[in-house]
């Protein structure tokens, strides 16, 4: 995390790289004590070509509770970015509030990708 985090706001909270040439649990971010942590979105920067790569993101042990299975597709080039994040429906979309020492993770489930990917997460940090 930063040296100056901004509470009660959306926020850049962590920077990763993340290998997508194999499947695997990669820790995003450990919800810091005395605090939840609400997500709103991951940016992921490109290695190279990620379209064949499928991923979910969430706690430890659910690991899709946040976004279920997503595809890659439009990741055709190194530096090509998208974002990931719940798409607003009627009715609103349930999200996820994660308590102190929680470990949100991105899961890699079918790794067709390179590795060297960046992982910019983004949510909220709220007092518990």
Same mark, same amino acid.
């Given at each position: ?32 004590? +005395? ?80 590795? +060297? ?5 983004? +949510? ?5």
């Amino acid at each position: 995390m930063g040296a100056f985090i901004e509470e009660n706001s959306i926020t850049l909270l962590s920077i990763v790289t993340v290998d997508h040439s194999a499947a695997a649990q990669t820790t995003l971010l450990t919800v810091p004590s +005395g605090f939840r942590f609400i997500p709103d979105h991951v940016k992921i920067e490109a290695a190279g070509d990620e379209s064949e790569t499928d991923i979910t993101f969430g706690q430890v042990g659910a690991l899709t509770d946040f976004i279920e299975t997503t595809q890659l597709d439009n990741l055709d080039t190194q530096y090509d970015v998208v974002k990931i994040q719940p798409i607003q429906a009627d009715p609103p979309v349930k999200q996820k509030s994660y308590a102190a020492g929680t470990v949100f993770q991105v899961d890699v489930t079918a790794a067709n990708g390179n590795a +060297g990917n960046t992982y910019f997460v983004f +949510g909220t940090l709220v007092s518990a």
